[in-house]
């Protein structure tokens, strides 16, 4: 049962469609080198020193600080309690019939971050604010265009 | 039936996206060119209490230039930062982190502040700074003095960009620290009054800003007591700039012309003032503006000496 406090210093981080030409790049213009490895392939991403140590390690933070307090709460508490927080988690990050419906705004996710309130009084994360909250780094905060292409991801079609 | 979200990373507000492209320039220039960090002055004092009679306080100072590299990027720029009413902040280090650090942490204050039904303290806002800091392993840059009063009397503590704090009397932070310390080292005592605090947090920025090449500029100063805030920008300007000794206007005549004809592009300009989105207001006069008059219009525009 691991009470550790930081993320375990990653090797990468846990967004796989980050593709990096790093171990392939041509001496030039630094992008994949095909004439001397090939074609392009999905396992270039995962290698070492193609993603950045602290991309990994903000990553895995919100993580590793819930299981902490539940294996914390386990020891101190029985299995029964964090139980219980982790079924209501799971049942409040359900997700409604229309991915319409979960924006508040015409124009996206509303500042704060997301429109599940409920999840985020569980996960004690309804009166602070962080860096992802207002800001967008790689993804971006616009509408939902393409609603059919949501669905059929969240239905796994 | 309901739909399971697909597990997907939480947004961490920074884009990672170009590391690997930064580290192959790296390798091929001289290496990754670092974010340019400001040089600075900022100190805090505590005074009050005991045999001064006066009631307790919190005096911050800091310069006020800021540099990106050799260059002076802001002459008066503000190095104070708010957090609550009875709590500030002076920052040191890349001037976007602190900005953007304290405005952070200003906004999870009130937060705190309205879910607990009682003004922040200082030690709340030092420890909401050190863990945020320390996630970032140092990358977000900034050294911060924080100073305020609160129900536990008066706080002052500084923050390093890895997340370590100290709690002190008097500190100085940045480029010109060594030349402040030296100046409370030789000068500090307990239980000053205010106007001696005011002149020794004075005293040791003038000494940061002519010591130290990455300080300059004025000297800003805030005042914290149990009552609130004072703060006094631009406190001492040490740093006037001189009148010009010569002239540089053209006397008219100097270059010589053959023909001359001046033609006024605007006939006529009128400025109707309104509000509410412009639509006219009935019973509000019209002034008809002369032509020509303006910002660097008619005085800044002069050829005759």
New interface residues.
């Given amino acids: 049962m691991s009470l550790r406090l930081v993320p375990a210093s990653a090797q990468g981080s846990t967004e796989a469609h980050v593709v990096s030409s790093q171990a392939t790049a041509h001496p030039i213009s630094g992008t994949h080198d095909t004439f001397r490895h090939g074609l392009k392939s999905a396992s270039q991403s995962v290698q070492a020193g193609n993603v950045s140590a602290l991309q990994g390690r903000l990553e895995k933070w919100q993580e590793t600080q819930t299981r902490l307090q539940q294996n914390m709460q386990r020891s101190t508490f029985g299995l029964a309690l964090p139980l219980k927080q982790a079924m209501e988690i799971k049942i409040a990050s359900q997700e409604l019939h229309n991915p319409l419906l979960e924006q508040a705004t015409i124009t996206g996710v509303p500042l704060g971050g997301s429109s599940n309130l409920a999840l985020e009084v569980l996960r004690g994360q309804d009166e602070t604010l962080d860096a992802g909250d207002f800001m967008g780094g790689s993804t971006s905060f616009s509408e939902v265009l393409d609603i059919s292409g949501v669905m059929e991801r969240s239905r796994g079609i | 039936m309901?739909?399971?979200?697909?597990v997907e990373?939480?947004?961490?507000?920074?884009?990672?996206?170009n590391?690997?492209?930064n580290?192959?320039?790296g390798e091929?220039l001289q290496g990754i060119p670092k974010a340019t960090s400001t040089g600075t002055t900022i100190v805090g004092v505590i005074f009050g209490g005991g045999d001064s009679g006066e009631e307790y306080g919190v005096c911050l100072g800091a310069d006020t230039r800021a540099t990106g590299g050799p260059i002076v990027a802001d002459k008066n720029c503000e190095k104070i930062h708010y957090l609550t009413p009875q709590i500030r902040c002076c920052g040191a280090g890349t001037a976007a982190d602190t900005e953007f650090v304290t405005n952070?942490i200003s906004?999870?204050l009130e937060?705190?502040a309205l879910?607990q039904g009682r003004p922040a303290r200082v030690v709340t806002a030092m420890t909401m700074l050190k863990q945020y800091l320390f996630?970032?392993?140092g990358?977000v840059g900034a050294h911060l003095v924080l100073g305020g009063v609160d129900v536990t009397g008066p706080q002052l503590f500084t923050v390093h960009a890895h997340g370590s704090t100290d709690k002190l009397p008097y500190v100085t932070m940045g480029s010109g620290s060594l030349a402040a310390m030296a100046v409370f080292e030789s000068s500090f005592r307990e239980n000053m009054k205010r106007e001696e605090a005011i002149a020794l947090v004075a005293r040791a920025i003038r000494s940061g800003i002519f010591n130290d090449l990455g300080s300059g500029s004025n000297v800003d100063v805030a005042v914290i007591t149990k009552n609130g805030t004072e703060n006094m920008r631009n406190y001492e300007m040490p740093n006037e700039r001189g009148i010009k000794s010569r002239n540089y206007k053209f006397r008219r005549g100097t270059t010589a012309w053959t023909k001359e004809a001046v033609r006024s592009l605007i006939v006529s300009e009128e400025i109707k003032s309104t509000t509410g989105a412009g639509k006219d207001q009935g019973g509000v006069e019209v002034v008809p503006v002369p032509t020509g008059a303006g910002a660097g219009g008619e005085e800044g525009m002069e050829i005759d000496t």
């Fill in positions: 309901v739909a399971a979200k697909s990373a939480p947004n961490i507000g920074f884009d990672f996206s590391y690997a492209r580290q192959f320039f091929r952070l906004s999870n937060l705190h879910s996630r970032y392993q990358q």
